[in-house]
């Protein structure tokens, strides 16, 4: 099996150059939390730290509730069943072997964005399946996809697909027996757009046949070190999931479990979090647009996609002899390539120093 290099390795000798600034290295190359898990998580993560039996890979009953209550707090989604919520390890690993897990194979097709996380085009791989770019479905001709991605808000674009959109491809993919999966972990982020869950009633009719959301605590409780994600939708295909990794022994520990059932208790945490990106978003925007960049989409998410019309990795180059590390849009895509992604995951400090250096 031939997969694509790690992009993040080749980043290597630009990172050196950035750490050699005087006032140090300021990475936005990838987005991972900066800021404390909230005390009432960790608590609640040290609580059964002394259970000593296997947790349970559909995790606890309170866990999948606090799941479905915070959808419809946060998101307005209603209609899941806590039955068809399945805990998962972080959403990379769900991600790299969901289309195996659902049993595509060699021959399939796995439809992914033009622009996207790199680890959709992986799973596709693992499971042997042809890959195709494609924004547009109906591109596609009479191929019907074993699977179709989508991801609103953009991991790297912070592009926010309109409800409408969404519908249309959930009608197209039902017409053709094919699942599709929505990334949404940024949904919580949104800043010039509202992003809509594809479980929405505007978008599945009321009904989540043929549908999975997969959603991440990473962003919105900063608990990317705990590994803590879920997926829901169909309940036959959570079922099918659920059935092989029973199996697998794909199974979130125990206190990372109680650690997320606090967390999707309550949104306060999740409001502060969002307050903190918002800021720092502010001030990266400015300053990169002060630098002569402009800045595509960026609407929610993350990230901003930002361009000085020359190719990505020059891009890279002059922030990086600034100190200032990001990465080249390459990574997500052959259409990045004149974009670079600036997450908005440093401290307060570090983002103001970046500014000063813009």
């Known amino acids: 099996m031939r997969l694509p290099d790690f992009p993040w390795d080749s980043l290597a000798e630009h990172a050196t150059r950035a750490r050699a600034h005087p006032d140090g290295l300021v990475d936005l190359s990838v987005g991972t939390p900066v800021d404390p898990v909230p005390d009432r998580i960790r608590a609640a993560l040290a609580s059964v730290s002394d259970r000593a039996g296997y947790p349970t890979t559909h995790g606890t009953p309170e866990l999948r509730q606090a799941a479905v209550e915070a959808l419809g707090r946060r998101y307005g989604v209603g209609g899941v069943d806590a039955v068809s919520v399945l805990p998962t390890i972080g959403s990379k690993e769900l991600v790299a072997w969901l289309p195996t897990l659902l049993g595509v194979r060699a021959g399939d097709l796995v439809v992914i964005p033009e622009l996207a996380y790199p680890t959709y085009e992986v799973g596709g791989l693992l499971a042997g399946a042809e ?22 808000p953009s991991n790297p674009t912070g592009r926010v697909l309109p409800a409408e959109h969404l519908r249309k491809v959930v009608d197209w993919a039902r017409e053709r027996g094919t699942t599709v999966v929505s990334d949404e972990c940024y949904l919580s982020l949104a800043w010039e757009a509202r992003p809509v869950s594809v479980l929405d009633a505007g978008v599945s009719g009321g009904s989540h046949e043929g549908i999975l959301a997969v959603h991440s605590l990473s962003k919105s409780s900063s608990l990317a070190g705990y590994r803590a994600g879920f997926v829901t939708g169909d309940p036959t295909l959570v079922a099918r999931l659920l059935a092989v990794r029973k199996h697998a022994g794909m199974i979130v520990p125990r206190p990372v479990q109680e650690a997320m059932t606090a967390a999707l208790s309550e949104d306060s945490h999740v409001d502060v979090q969002r307050e903190r990106y918002r800021a720092r978003r502010t001030v990266l925007r400015q300053a990169f647009e002060g630098a002569g960049f402009r800045i595509d ?8 996609w930002a361009t000085r019309g020359e190719d990505a990795w020059q891009t890279v180059a002059w922030l990086a002899e600034r100190g200032i590390l990001v990465a080249p849009g390459t990574f997500y895509g052959p259409t990045g390539a004149q974009h670079v992604r600036v997450a908005l995951t440093a401290t307060d400090e570090r983002v103001a120093s970046a500014a000063e250096r813009l």
């Open 131 to 152: 890959v195709v770019r494609a924004d547009g479905l109906t591109a596609l001709g009479p191929r019907r996809p074993a699977m179709v991605w989508l991801n609103s």
């Open 297 to 304: 989409h960026s609407e929610a998410g993350l990230y901003l």
